[in-house]
């Protein structure tokens, strides 16, 4: 039940100056950060990451993306982590991500409008997609000894 996964501010999100304002997002919900640092990803390490869409259309504009500045990359426990962290970051498309979420709140930008200029969808911010995403993703992201265990004032009231 209790859940880690990884969320990546990314370049867009961290050129923005909303490095702080994503990352309360989780805290306010409750989620504890387990694990934190800020990241130059190089051509090799998104072929890692994002290793199921290579073959796709966009992949390369992703890539260019991705490796365009440093990204902040964030662990972040808590029940059913996975879930509840994607539907906080909302939609991978901004323009329809409900408003309220953090693709919804800074971003409006559509799938097809990026596709039209060649881009990755910026959408500032990456959340593993499932359970088996979330294992390997943290493990990718981080060493054993990068994440760390303690008790955060919630647990006494919501956990
Ligand atoms: P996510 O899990 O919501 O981030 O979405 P995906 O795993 O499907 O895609 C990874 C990232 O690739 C997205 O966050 C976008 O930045 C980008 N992306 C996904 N689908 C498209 C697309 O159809 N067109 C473009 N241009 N970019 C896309
Ligand atoms: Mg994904």
């Known amino acids: 039940m ?10 867009d999100g961290v050129k923005r100056g909303l490095i702080g304002e994503l990352i309360s997002r989780f805290e306010r919900r409750g989620l504890k950060i387990v694990g934190l640092k800020m990241v ?18 966009f992949y390369k504009g992703l890539e260019k993306f991705i490796t365009s500045g440093p990204v902040v990359a964030v662990v972040i426990e808590g029940i059913d982590a996975v879930e509840v962290v994607r539907k906080i970051v909302g939609d991978t498309s901004p323009k329809f991500a409900p408003v309220g979420t953090i693709r919804g709140d800074f971003a409006h930008i559509s799938l097809e409008y990026s596709d039209k200029k060649k881009k990755a969808a910026e959408n500032l911010i990456h959340a ?4 088996k995403e979330a294992k390997q993703e943290v493990s990718l992201w981080f060493s054993l000894d990068e994440l760390h265990s303690y008790k955060i004032s919630y647990e006494e009231h919501v956990m």
């Open 2 to 11: 209790i859940e880690q996964t990884l969320v990546l501010i990314k370049p």
């Open 40 to 57: 130059q990803v190089d051509p090799d390490f998104s072929k890692k990451h994002y290793s199921n869409h290579i073959k796709k259309d």
């Open 128 to 131: 593993s997609g499932n359970k």
